[in-house]
């Protein structure tokens, strides 16, 4: 069972930054694939980033095309947290962002960009960027 929780969302302006945390719990999380979401209203839930194992303490990241070059995702295996900074944001930014868990895909590399691929979800942050 892992369990994640999120924190760090809030209200910013346009330009501005924010780093989200998920803190996890589970000895083997270092393994897992982890993947950041967000919904906006009225909006399905959307992929944003993800990040992967790659083989001896390196990972690799991916991302969405409208976040690319302005969201960064990182680890701290130590802290079992995962990180999404978050720089230039924009009112459609806006959503609740949440992180995600893919257990099933634990020491493989692949690339996870569908929600049915995560099996466990953190209970999501508030993200609101005022124009």
């Known amino acids: 069972q892992v369990q994640l929780v999120e924190s760090g969302g809030g209200l910013v302006q346009a330009g501005d930054s924010l780093r989200l945390s998920c803190a996890a719990s589970?000895?083997?999380?270092?393994?897992?694939?982890m993947g950041w979401f967000r919904q906006a209203p009225g909006k399905e839930r959307e992929f944003v980033g993800g990040?992967?194992?790659?083989?001896?303490?390196?990972?690799?990241?991916y991302y969405t095309d409208s976040v690319k070059g302005r969201f960064t995702i990182s680890r701290d295996n130590v802290k079992n947290t995962v990180y999404l900074q978050m720089n230039s944001l924009k009112p459609e930014d806006t959503a609740v962002y949440y992180c995600?868990?893919?257990?099933?895909?634990?020491?493989?590399?692949?690339?996870?960009?569908?929600?049915?691929?995560?099996?466990?979800w953190g209970q999501g942050t508030q993200v609101t960027v005022s124009s």
């Open positions: 995600a868990a893919n257990s099933k895909s634990r020491g493989n590399s692949g690339r996870y960009f569908r929600q049915y691929e995560y099996d466990f």
């Open positions: 589970g000895r083997t999380f270092s393994s897992y694939p």
């Open positions: 990040i992967t194992w790659s083989g001896g303490n390196t990972y690799y990241t």
